[in-house]
């Protein structure tokens, strides 16, 4: 399969280098047919910045690929520190969901946040309240609680994705690669959801070398129901 960027040009102009790099990604992944089925209904999940406290600023890789106005939801799973964060997701997309950290003392967001983003029903939290933080039966008996198929946390700075008894558990790590007792040298990451009908197509941007590095992961839905 070869690759064309100028085919897409009439798509290009209309992204960001994000979307840009989604788009190449899902043409190597599925070939030309996912053009005319391309959905455009991004979700950005993020947290752990621990700015000023710990990072002093996003690096700026990151801040190039998150371009303002592309990206249609954004999941924050707290740990801003500072609303100044805040105020930056909002310049990114309109509809900021973010649920409270431990280190969140001055910012007033709720511990839970239940939504719906086309078919999927999302739970949000932070992750210290899961006892041992990350633990997959914890996180499980927590998902059944919320009734969501999908279960986002932070907490541990460490990317994860995974399937279990048929639901999605996302960990997006820490924005900035922030301290944490639990990774030595954690590594700066966020995760974009594409959103489709029973589908989802998750891309998780990591930071190596000051390079942005992306890996792709895909869930079903009820496909283990």
Sequence with gaps: LVFYPHRLHKFVGKVC?????LIRNLWVSHGKNFVAGLSIQLVLVIGDFHIPDRKRSLHPAFKTLLAPGKIQHILCTGNLTSKHMYDYLKLICGDVHVVKGDFDEALDFPLTKVLSVGNFKIGLIHGHQIVPWGDQKSLATLQRELDVDILISGHTHKFEAYEYAGHFYINPGSATGAYSPFEKNPQPSFVLLDIQETAIQLY??????????????EYQKNKCL
Excluded: A, G, M, P
Aim: contains cysteine.
């Design 17 to 21: 280098i994000l979307q840009w790099c």
């Design 204 to 217: 998780v941007y990591t930071l190596v070398n000051d390079e942005h590095k992306v890996s792709r992961i």
